[in-house]
């Protein structure tokens, strides 16, 4: 690893990590009511809003109510995306000026519940398939509301651990709207003007053809003269912004941000990167707040530091080096200054290993999803580090909101351990942690690796192995399986075709959205499959959780006494850390070792 690598890891380290007290204080003021300056400004436009949509903001929720409104709201977004891909052929010249077809049912499914649970999947290339309306609609609203959704189930269990022997929880009408006008909304328009001035587009403009400056032959039998090209065009500076600060992921053009139209340079680059880890890290700050102790958001957030930066330079020392298969062969893959040297495959020349490597890491470590390179082409330990990331249950970094409220959760179970070790009944915060809590906390991080791991197996059973082409031929899904073991049968695949559907069900069911490309999922297998993969990795987990905040909310707070674990030391962070690891090794290693461990060892024989 060079020491330039090291340099920009720990520039990009030192600005997130110098940005998380003024943005979290921030958040805190928000979501507490008190003045922050910027609802001065807009107050009156979040008054309009309660008084449009019937709200009474003084009027709290019970858990059971503020779910029901959670889940009700994300239907209707569900519904409403579904509608305006289906309707796309009405979206006339100046919102459709492509002419793009309707989306097929299984496929608008697949998206409707991607983008509604803040997973941003795509199984479609977004340039060809969207529309203009559909885009900024149906697509960039839910990249705003499902964050801002997330955000809300955090601050009900923040509250619900700070509150005593109360019956509510809040507002979620409240919570959803500060998220969205106060932090959401004017960051994104911050980035996006910063974005714009990189050179992203961002217009209504028809698609431009354009002349190429050295004509090319295409690759099939024909051999046809090749002359022009076909630039997309779109409001992409917008929702580039919102899909990197929401944790989104959704990219407008089908390779995301290694398209030159999304992320143009260096500059760009690292602003996408930074908005990836942005408000989760800086809600760590805001939970110490809102809790009168911001030791304990300093606690979370180191625990999620001291995860993520060592699976962070694994992945860049893996990409830089290289194949040893080309090493063999003689192949030059050492760092110099004619070459950057290491697996270049899937890279952008323009970001290099370095930043394709903390950007894999962050978007997995985050449920982002989007990519400034091909995971598929990584080296199978380079590789390893995003999926495992994302196994671990998105809760380092992890969602804006949901990644927070996993790591409590994680914290909930890692003081009911500590508990069991003294015999003492575990508390946090001041709040006993019994056997409701300790029950639903399973549910949330049982269910995900429950949804992945079936999932997986159905598929490379084979239903997940082939698909139907339009000429009505079976047609493998797995383009780079890998080297599977000599037989005719279609259900056997490489180890890397494995990891490819592993990686598949991983990222849905845990709210990423990230692919190893080279697996075809826009058939009617993976659009359901996958679709049901994140309607339950996401709601199934938020339910618990508002449980788990309610029955908080109506404990008394305990009086610290001698007895009482500290929950802002080192030892508390080694114990979280802990519990994270082992549930995340404990679950899935067979299977990792079915994928990128044993492809690792086929190329290193």
Known sequence: MTLNAFLQIAFYLAVLIALVKPLGWYMARVYEGKSFGLNRALGWLERLIYRLCGVRPEEEMGWKTYTVAMLLFNLVGLLAVYGLQRTQDLHGHILNPQGLDPVSADSSFNTAVSFATNTNWQGYSG????????????????????????????IALIRGLTRRTAQTIGNFWVDLT???????????????????SQGVLQNLHPYQTVELVTPTKTQDDKKETVT?????????????????????????????????????????????????????????????????????GWAVLAAMLVIFVPLLLGCVVAEQHGNPALTEKGVDQ????????????????????????????????????????????????????????????????????????????????AVFIAGLMVGRTPEYLG???????MKMASLVILIPPMVVLLGTAVAVLGPGLTMVDKEGNDKPTLTNPGAPETTDSPRISG??????????????????????????????????????????????IKVPVLAIAGSLARKKITP?????????????????????????????IPALALGPVVEHLQMTK
């Open 228 to 296: 022009e090209q076909t630039l997309p065009m779109g409001p992409v500076a917008s929702q580039v912004a919102i899909k990197q600060l929401g944790t989104n992921g959704g990219g407008f053009f089908n390779v995301n941000s290694a398209h030159p139209f999304e992320n143009p340079t260096p500059l760009s680059n690292f602003l996408e990167m930074l908005a990836l880890l942005l408000i989760p890290a800086a809600l760590c700050y805001t939970f110490g707040r809102m809790v009168g102790d911001p030791r304990q």
């Open 431 to 437: 709040k006993k942690i019994e056997a409701f809590e």
């Open 495 to 540: 180890a890397h075709g494995f990891s490819e559907v592993l990686y598949a069900f991983s990222s849905t069911a845990n709210n990423n959205g990230s692919a190893f490309a080279g697996l075809t999922a826009d058939n009617s297998f993976y659009n359901l499959a996958l679709g049901l993969a994140m309607f339950f990795g996401r709601f199934w």
């Open 334 to 413: 050492q760092a110099s200054e004619l070459q950057p040297g290491g697996n270049m495959e899937g890279k952008e020349t323009r970001f290099g290993i370095t930043n394709s490597g903390i950007w894999a890491a962050a978007t997995t470590a985050a449920s982002n999803g989007s990519v400034n390179s091909m995971h598929d082409s990584f080296t199978p330990l380079g590789g390893l580090v995003p999926m495992w990331l994302i196994q671990l249950g998105e809760v380092v970094f992890g969602g804006v909101g949901s990644g927070l409220y996993g790591m409590l959760i994680f914290a909930i179970i």
């Open 560 to 588: 610290t006494s001698v007895g009482t674990m500290p929950t802002h030391t080192p030892l508390f962070v080694i114990l979280l850390i802990g519990s994270v690891i082992i549930v995340g090794a404990l679950t899935f």
């Open 178 to 196: 500060r998220s969205t006008l106060y932090i959401l909304l004017p960051l994104s328009i911050v980035l996006a003007i910063a974005l714009v």
């Open 127 to 154: 340039e060809s398939t969207m529309s203009y309306l559909t885009q900024m609609s149906a697509l960039a609203v839910q990249n705003f509301v499902s964050a801002a959704s997330g955000m809300a189930v955090l």
